[in-house]
C-alpha cells in the first residue's frame, strides 16, 4: 500500500526538542524529493521544510531555519524533522508529504507547552 | 515569499449548485519548463488534505470531473459544478514554483 506515516510528537516544553519520523511505503523513496508541512490548531496549512530525494539539498521556512533539520535515510525509507529550541507557535499537526502533492500521511501532533 | 489570496474565505451552497473560488499569486507561477505549479488541494473535516488539481487544471488521479481549475500566471479559479456534502471541507490553492511552498488562507464550503 502507497502511504507515508507520521510518529513522533507529543508534549514538550518551550526550548525543548522532538524529533519526527514518517515512514514510506509502496514507491521507491529515494526517487522522491520530500517536505514537511504544519497546520496549527484551527489555522491553515504551511510548509516547513523539504528535502531532495538524495539528501543533498535542503530547504527551510524562515520561521524554523536554525532550529529544525530535516534528513532522509533512504536505506530505510524514512523521513525526519529533528525540532530544538521549539517554541509554543510550533505547536501544530505535522504532516509529512511527497513532492508531487498527491501523498500525504496523517500527521503527528507537536505540543509545546510549560 | 509569494503570497497566496484566496477569495472567498467561506462560501454556504445548495446542494446541486455550483460554487467558485479564486486563488492570486503575487508573483507569476509559469515556470521556464512551460509549467504552471498552481496546486488545489481539499481538506475534508478530520483528514489531511488530499490533492484535487495539479498545474492549473489537471485533475488528479480518482478526482471526479466536476472539479475544474482554470487561469494562467497569477489568476487561478476553482469551480465545483455541482456542491454535494461530500465536498464539504476547507479548499487551499497552493504554490509550487519557489521555496518556500505557500498556501491561501482556505476556503471553507459548507452545505446549506
Known amino acids: 500500500e502507497v502511504q507515508l506515516v507520521e510518529s513522533g510528537g507529543g508534549l514538550v516544553q518551550p526550548g525543548g526538542s522532538l524529533r519526527l519520523s514518517c515512514v514510506s511505503s509502496?514507491?521507491?523513496?529515494?526517487?522522491?524529493?520530500m517536505s514537511w508541512v504544519r497546520q496549527a490548531p484551527g489555522k491553515g496549512l504551511e510548509w516547513v521544510s523539504g528535502?531532495?530525494?538524495?539528501?543533498?539539498?535542503?530547504y527551510y521556512a524562515d520561521s524554523v531555519k536554525g532550529r529544525f533539520t530535516i534528513s532522509r535515510d533512504n536505506s530505510k525509507n524514512t523521513l525526519y524533522l529533528q525540532m530544538n529550541s521549539l517554541r509554543a507557535e510550533d505547536t501544530a499537526l505535522y504532516y509529512c508529504?511527497?513532492?508531487?502533492?498527491?501523498?500525504w500521511g496523517r500527521g503527528t501532533l507537536v505540543t509545546v507547552s510549560s | 515569499d509569494i503570497v497566496m489570496t484566496q477569495t472567498p474565505l467561506s462560501l454556504s451552497v445548495t446542494p446541486g449548485q455550483p460554487a467558485s473560488i479564486s486563488c492570486k499569486s503575487s508573483q507569476s507561477l509559469l515556470h521556464s519548463d512551460g509549467e504552471t505549479y498552481l496546486y488545489w488541494f481539499l481538506q475534508k473535516p478530520g483528514q489531511s488534505p488530499q490533492l484535487l488539481i495539479h498545474e492549473v487544471s489537471s485533475r488528479f488521479s480518482g478526482v471526479p470531473d466536476k472539479f475544474t481549475g482554470s487561469g494562467s500566471g497569477t489568476d487561478f479559479t476553482l469551480k465545483i459544478s455541482r456542491v454535494e456534502a461530500e465536498d464539504v471541507g476547507l479548499y487551499y490553492c497552493?504554490?509550487?514554483?519557489?521555496?518556500?511552498?505557500?498556501f491561501g488562507h482556505g476556503t471553507k464550503v459548507e452545505i446549506k
Open positions: 509502496g514507491f521507491i523513496f529515494t526517487n522522491f524529493a
Open positions: 508529504a511527497k513532492d508531487t502533492k498527491e501523498l
Open positions: 528535502i531532495s530525494g538524495s539528501g543533498d539539498t535542503t
Open positions: 497552493m504554490q509550487g514554483i519557489h521555496v518556500p511552498w505557500t
